[in-house]
Every structure is written in C-alpha cells, then in structure tokens.
C-alpha cells in the first residue's frame, strides 16, 4: 500500500498531466456506438482502443502524440516490485521495466468488463512479465477469474492498494464491477475535487 504522502504525490503527478489539453484524458470508444465507460490517457505507448495494440500516438482518438512516462513512474514501479519480491518466499513474478502507462478515471458510474490484458508482446506475456496496477481516490470492487472456467471472485480496491498479477497469473480475467462514491481518503479530496471518482495506474513492459 502506498502512503497517503506518496498518493497524493502521484495523484498531482498524473492529474496535471491528465488534465492537460494536449495528450491527457478521453473516453475511449470500441466504435461508433460504444464507448468504455471511464476516461483514459496513456503515457509512452497509447493503448489504441479500436485496433488493440499500443501506437506511438493516439491513432484511435486525435492523433497527437503519446505523453512520455515520466523516469519517477519507472523507478516508482520497479521500487514496488523490488520490495515485493524480496518479501515473496516464492518468486514467481520476473523482473520488468515499464515503458507503458496507463491511467484510468472511474466516475461514479464508471465501470470496465472482465477483460485479459494480452496487447503488450507475446514475449512479455509468454514470460508472465507482471502488470503492476495502483488505485487512488475511491473504492472500486474488482473481479478476477484465473482461466476460463471456475469462480470469478470479487475484492475491493482502496486508494493506495497495490494489484500485481505476472508470472503464471499474467493472463488474468478482471475488471472493475463499480466505483463505491464518497470513499475517497479526505486528504485526497483537494486534488480530486473536480474529478470525483477512482483513478486506476496500469503499468506494463510492452
Ligand atoms: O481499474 C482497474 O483496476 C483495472 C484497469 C484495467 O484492467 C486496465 O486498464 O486494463
Ligand atoms: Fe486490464
């Protein structure tokens, strides 16, 4: 779990990019009729929603180019999996260096469907290199299903709460059921005032 000084820290970090005209958020669309119901942005590689595969600029929305991902980011994800690793008796999750970020809002009536994350490199999922997932602001309850049979199960994420799945977990089913409004830790509430809801981070090796 990150701190609450580290939190808000980040939330300022990818809010002022975010908020920006040039490159932050949007709601992406599947097609003309169906848009994903969050906004999102992307840093050093956009996740082109149309196609399914990462593009060096925002094909499937206004063409600019994609935000760099700042080197705090990188070095925040491979601190966080250091630290996990050394405390893992079993070490199943490999090493990454992220070179994609993806930042998600959630407003109170966001959601995503159960879904694998499979458009980075057959090579970076073949060898189960981990995504490293982080949540800010609200509550949200998560699904996630291991293969393509068996129980879904549920949890609740919390601002700060830290979900990795690699290794043999990498092609994990998961999504986001709903946001829980008004759970946002109140020393966050500033930043987000005019943005309620859950932020999600994704950080993935492509
Ligand atoms: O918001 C979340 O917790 C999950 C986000 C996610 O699955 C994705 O961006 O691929
Ligand atoms: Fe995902």
Redesign the pocket.
Known sequence: MLSAEKQLELLELVLGLGRGNSGGFYQPSFDESHKLQLQMFCMGRHWDCWNRCYRSSRTDHDQLPVLELPHSLVELVMGILADVKQKCRQQVLPDMRPDIG?V?F?AAAGS?GL?Q?RDESAESISNGIPVV?I?LGSH?V?AYRLGDEGATKVVT?RSGDI?IFGGPARLLH???VKIIPGTTPKSLRGVMADMEG?I?L?FRQL
Request: hydrophobic letters at 40%; aromatic letters at 16%.
């Open positions: 993806i998600n959630y995503l879904h994350d997932s949540s949200a998560f994420l979900f998961h999504g986001v859950r999600n994704t």
